[in-house]
């Protein structure tokens, strides 16, 4: 998978992934009225909502199997559909512990975690773990801006293209692409949404010893 098009869409569909992140059902289901409520709200409530989040995503990456009967002329579409799909889980889990995903800081946040959530290997993921904590640990964190970003996604590009690559290599075969497919679309949705889960409730508890 060619670095300069996972660049390009991960670009395009963090924006787009950020669109598509509603506040408004979040807050409903937590029974509160803004996101500065969520940080000293119940942790317990935070965590079954992100369950529901992560239950609805990875039903509909088992939907985006669909794509794959096409083989490899589906390529485009589903890796659109999935990096969307990913990155709005990450950040609407973001949400559900209080933590607004849509500054240049956060966004960074969000494409290391679906880094490491792609990462087939647990000495990747643990790395990937650790360059989160150290961001978060900066002191001008929250200063991070936009072209910083731009650098975040050059980053993790070839990683992520590697990654997702041998995830899905037997997508590329018409016959099985659709079983194949949605269940590497499910597998990755899983450890989207756990290594989001894990990250917000560690911060949001940190946050509040």
């Not at 985006?64 to 579409?77: Q, R, S, V």
């Not at 659109?80 to 966004?107: D, H, M």
Request: glycine share 4%; proline share 2%; charged share 20%.
């Amino acid at each position: 998978m060619p670095d300069r098009i996972v660049r390009e869409v991960t670009l395009k569909t963090l924006q787009a992934a950020e669109a598509l992140t509603d506040q408004a059902d979040v807050l409903r289901d937590l029974g509160v009225d803004h996101l500065s409520q969520v940080r000293t709200a119940d942790v317990l409530a935070s965590d079954a909502v992100a369950a529901n989040v992560q239950a609805w995503a990875k039903g509909t990456a088992a939907a985006l199997g669909a794509w794959d009967f096409a083989g490899p002329f589906a390529i485009a579409p589903s890796l659109v559909s999935l990096f969307t799909l990913s990155f709005r889980t990450i950040k609407k889990i973001g949400l559900c512990y209080g933590f607004e995903t849509n500054t240049p800081a956060e966004e960074i946040i969000v494409l290391e975690v679906f880094a490491a959530a792609s990462s087939l290997y647990h000495r990747d993921k643990v790395r990937a773990i650790h360059a989160i904590d150290e961001l978060v640990a900066q002191v001008h964190f929250a200063d991070i801006r936009e072209e910083q970003v731009v650098a975040a996604v050059r980053k993790i590009s070839r990683a992520v293209g590697y990654n997702l690559t041998r995830r899905r290599a037997l997508a590329n075969l018409p016959a099985l692409g659709a079983i194949v497919g949605g269940s590497t679309n499910v597998w990755l949705l899983r450890d989207v949404s756990w290594a989001a889960r894990n990250l917000y409730a560690r911060r949001r508890l940190n946050e509040n010893r």
